[in-house]
């Protein structure tokens, strides 16, 4: 038979870097270093005459070429994933109806493309999905799962940590133009800076920075408000009326475009963890089940 398959193994790779957009990031996740990474692209981009990333110095993205064969590959090799599992007799059968009530930031920004994989695995399984940013009472409305954002009370709810995500200060160039970069936490007293209210306690969510190993929260104090929709914020900063803080996974491809322009970078670094809450039931249901393996065992960069 042809060997004109002998490169899925540089394949797999670069679905891994086209995921996270990042060489040492998929150095980490494949447990090798950088430079094996960057070779292995190299090789697979000569040998189809494409190249797959722009490289700056600060950022890798997607050419065109490299998005659709992104695309192409990575529905080819579910549909390997789903053959082998077909031929090893696993039962696929699972049905049943899952409620889940997500934050608006994971709800428009990670929840998609994590659904279409599941699916592709679970077809017989329904998802009702609320996204909001209100804490609802998971037993009492019903619901079988919640993924929520920051630190978590005590409760008698089990909770598995799902992602710790980074955060981002963040301006339009147009802006920055009129109204300079501030290079300090200081500068931003005189600055326009666009808070949000925490629908649960009415308060304004504090900055997270990090000077050093020393954690900073700073209350944007001359704002503009947002209240119920945190992703307002970003919309706002986007067209120019200021400063925001908000995930990279949200701003990461606005600041590609150059739409967004990230700020005093020597105090970023800080994460906030996002994580699955559910009732522990003895009988709970196997499509629930499966969601919560899945979730739990999946990378969600």
């Known amino acids: 038979m042809s060997r004109q398959f002998d490169h899925l193994a540089d394949v797999e790779v670069f679905l891994i870097v086209a995921e996270k957009l990042s060489i040492s990031a998929a150095a980490i996740y494949l447990s090798t270093t950088p430079s094996v990474i960057s070779r292995t692209i190299t090789r697979l981009e000569k040998k189809l005459g494409i190249q797959f990333f722009r490289r700056t110095t600060r950022h890798l993205s997607l050419t065109e070429a490299g998005q659709l064969y992104y695309e ?39 929840l998609p493309a994590l659904l279409q994989k599941f699916l592709f695995q679970y077809p017989d399984i329904q998802i009702e999905i609320s996204i909001s940013n209100r804490n609802v009472d998971l037993i009492a409305e019903g619901f079988d799962l919640a993924i929520r954002q920051g630190q978590l009370p005590n409760s008698t709810l089990v909770a598995r940590p799902l992602e710790l995500a980074p955060l981002q200060l963040i301006a339009s160039p147009d802006y ?34 990090k000077n050093g190993n020393n954690e900073i929260q700073w209350i944007p104090s001359n704002h503009i408000l947002v209240k119920e929709d945190i992703l307002g914020v970003v919309s706002l900063a986007e ?17 590609r475009q150059g739409k967004l322009q990230p700020l005093l970078e020597p105090y970023a670094g800080h994460t906030r963890p996002f994580s699955l809450l559910y009732a522990q039931h003895k009988h709970m249901s196997s499509a629930t089940r499966a969601f919560i393996d899945f979730l739990c065992s999946t990378d969600h960069k």
């Open 176 to 209: 920055l133009k009129r109204m300079g970069v501030p290079k300090t936490v200081e500068d931003l007293n005189h600055h326009q800076c666009i808070a949000f209210e925490l629908p649960s306690t009415g308060k304004v969510t504090p900055w997270f920075l």
């Open 239 to 255: 067209n120019g009326l200021g400063i925001c803080q908000s995930y990279e996974f949200i701003v990461n491809e606005k600041i």
């Open 72 to 110: 192409k590959m990575q529905h080819a090799f579910q549909l390997i994933d789903h053959a082998e599992r077909v031929i090893q007799g696993e039962q696929l059968q699972i049905s049943g109806k899952i409620k889940l009530s997500v934050p608006t930031t994971y709800g428009h920004y990670r």
